[in-house]
C-alpha cells in the first residue's frame, strides 16, 4: 500500500471514489491509501472530474506533520499503520 496526498478543490457531483481507503483531511485534501500505482490512481480520479478541474496526486514516503485538520485525520493514519513518519500495515 502507498500513501497519497490528493488535492481536489472541484469534487464531482457524486461523491469521490478514491480506488482504496481515504480520509477527507480538509474541504479540498485528501489522504489515501491504495494499492494502485500513482499514474492509475492519478487518471481513475481524473476520470470522475470536469476537464478543467485542478488536481494533484503525491506519494507520500512516510505520514505527514499536520494540524487543524479535520477532527480524526491523525487517528485515520494511526489506525492504517502510518505513525511517526514510517509507513506500514498494521
Not at 55 to 72: E, R, T, V
Amino acid at each position: 500500500m502507498t500513501l497519497y496526498l490528493l488535492y481536489c478543490p472541484e469534487s464531482p457531483d457524486s461523491p469521490l471514489d478514491l480506488h482504496g481507503d481515504g480520509y477527507q483531511v480538509d474541504d479540498d485534501l485528501y489522504l489515501v491509501s491504495s494499492e494502485l500505482t500513482r499514474s492509475k490512481l492519478y487518471h481513475r480520479i481524473k476520470w470522475q472530474l470536469a476537464d478543467d478541474s485542478p488536481l494533484l496526486l503525491a506519494p507520500l514516503s512516510g505520514a505527514p506533520k499536520f494540524k487543524g485538520m479535520n477532527p480524526g485525520s491523525l487517528k485515520w493514519l494511526r489506525e492504517g499503520g502510518y505513525e511517526g513518519g514510517e509507513t506500514g500495515s498494521t
